[in-house]
């Protein structure tokens, strides 16, 4: 019998249905374009009221409205007006700008809906999905029962815990062991305009019915404010008072030296183990999630954005650098990410931190281990695998890391659930072997690393996308944050390297707190 959470009364876990049971409706319903915000919901609202009074003839089903707006303001602005409606959820896509497209090479559009929105904000539930254990085929098909390629902005928002299986720790809890929602009412920002959606999703057999989902849903719209200011992208002007390691420094050492002793025992298969770190920090005033993810947007160009929270949780946000896949049609792609360097202060410095990372032989074998490992698992769910190239430089605002996208043709278009189970965990978030690595940051870790480098992204019907949730942090009123990162460790490392390696990666989020403006990347 598996755990299942209490049923919240005002949504759907769609977990709890028939996954075998085609819906009865799944579509999108596009209204006519207006010029603002406010325009958008009246309009939304009497959409909803209408589709109430002509309801369609089906036990289970859902409906999409959309709305364009004539110009583009930005999504985590909208969510900010939001007045912390809950759940909510945020994601932005990563600019791959100046880097080749390999998915082309891949997918076929078959001249489908290809306009990707920008970003994506949401408050409410028309659907979620969630329980305690660990994320099943059957899940999927929970979710996958309620996408379709002819809807492609119906979007399972949401992510998995890094390890299913471990103990889910108390700050963890209202995640489950996976959590994924279809918003509401969701904000879409396209390069040029923007769309305010509402969706209904219902099913009777579930006791939900479509008056159901139409009433919570015109509760969540009565909340939604139409008066959106642009964030300000300066420091939040919060101090932190106290900051806590786990482990400390003095704990960490021992725990790199005693991973070295596994990875040079010529009885053990283990090459790699990334070990983690999580640092609580209290501040002077309660830290307001979506400004702080605003301001690490001003850095992260380059990064995917998030934010993840159910009702009664802490956000977790994250400004991740890292894709885990993107998958459109029968194309799939993915990348290899490792071994850390901080930027230079100069053009000459950068030049000379770039060759060192290029020429190290340790972060050669840390680089290595992390692109055959995802080269060897592409091969078990596709046709033919590219690697390009086969070693870069990746230059974020603060650090750079050595880099290559790889991209397949999969077998089949319709099973996601294979490529994560394939691709997640990386060795540049585990290790390699990922079992041996996993049993050992059991043995050594001694926090929850919750959703922490597990996939944040969404599902949809034409294509899906996840990042890895690292550079991510939880937040939580009254207690302020808990900042989560990790390092490779392989032959050659250096606990004091290391170290300094994990204050360099969550300098983004503890120097954007106070008072330094965002950092421009040299060019």
């Not at 979620?128 to 660990?134: E, G, S, T």
């Not at 592409?378 to 086969?390: A, E, F, G, S, Y």
Request: aromatic letters at 8%; a negative charge.
């Amino acid at each position: 019998m598996k755990q299942r959470f209490l049923r919240c009364s005002l949504y759907m876990n769609g977990c709890e249905a028939d996954h075998k049971a085609p819906l009865g409706t799944v579509e999108t319903r596009t209204l006519s374009t207006v010029p603002s915000p406010a325009a958008a919901t009246e309009r939304l609202i009497t959409a909803v009221s209408d589709l109430k009074s002509q309801p369609p003839p089906f036990s289970s089903g859902i409906v999409r409205l959309q709305v364009t707006i004539e110009q583009q303001i930005g999504a985590i602005d909208w969510l900010h007006a939001q007045n912390e409606v809950l759940p909510r959820s945020f994601f932005s896509r990563r600019s791959d700008a100046g880097r080749p497209d390999l998915l082309q090479d891949f997918s076929s559009d078959n001249g489908s809906f290809d306009r990707n929105p920008v970003s994506v904000a949401g408050i409410g539930s028309a659907v979620f999905f969630r329980d305690l254990d660990p994320f099943s085929h059957d899940d999927w098909k929970s979710i996958r029962r309620f996408l379709s390629s002819k809807s492609p902005l119906i979007r399972a928002y949401g992510g998995l815990r890094f390890d299913p299986n471990g103990k889910i720790a108390v700050e963890w809890e209202h995640f489950g062991s996976f959590y994924f929602t279809v918003p509401q009412v969701e904000f879409d920002e396209f390069g040029g305009s923007s769309m305010l959606a509402a969706t209904v999703a219902w099913d009777n057999e579930l006791s939900w019915t479509l008056e159901n989902a139409i009433e919570a849903l015109q509760e969540t719209m009565l909340q939604v404010s139409s008066v959106i200011m642009r964030l300000r992208r300066e420091s939040l002007g919060v101090s932190i008072v106290s900051k806590n390691h786990v482990p400390s420094e003095g704990a960490y050492y021992p725990a790199v030296n005693n991973a070295l002793e596994f990875i040079k025992d010529k009885k053990s298969p283990l090459s790699k183990v990334v070990l983690a770190r999580s640092s609580r920090i209290i501040t002077d005033t309660d830290i307001d999630p979506i400004a702080w993810l605003a301001r690490l947007q001003c850095e992260g160009q380059d990064a995917y954005q998030f934010c993840l929270q159910p009702p009664g949780a802490p956000a977790f946000i994250g400004n991740t650098p890292e894709r885990l896949f993107h998958r459109k049609h029968l194309g799939v792609c993915s990348e290899a990410l490792a071994a850390t360097r901080p930027r230079g202060d100069s053009r000459v410095r950068e030049l000379e931190i770039e060759r060192d990372l290029l020429t190290s032989p340790k972060d050669d074998l840390e680089f290595s281990i992390v692109r055959e490992n995802i080269r060897e698992k592409l091969k078990t769910i596709c046709d033919r695998v590219v690697v390009k190239p086969k070693k870069s430089v990746r230059k974020l605002a603060r650090v750079q890391h050595l880099y290559s996208q790889l991209a397949g043709q999969l077998r089949r278009e319709d099973d996601e659930f294979d490529i994560l189970t394939a691709l997640h965990p990386t060795p540049a978030v585990c290790g390699c072997p990922v079992e041996e690595a996993r049993l050992l940051i059991k043995q050594i870790e001694s926090f929850d690393r919750g959703m922490y480098a597990g996939p944040i992204g969404f599902f949809g019907g034409g294509e899906s996308e996840f990042s890895v949730g690292i550079r991510s942090a939880l937040v939580e009123k009254g207690l302020g944050a808990l900042i989560y990162a990790g390092t490779g460790i392989v032959s050659g490392s250096n606990p004091s390297s290391e170290w300094n390696e994990l204050e360099l990666k969550i300098s983004q989020f503890t120097k954007s707190l106070d008072h330094e403006s965002a950092l421009q990347p040299i060019n």
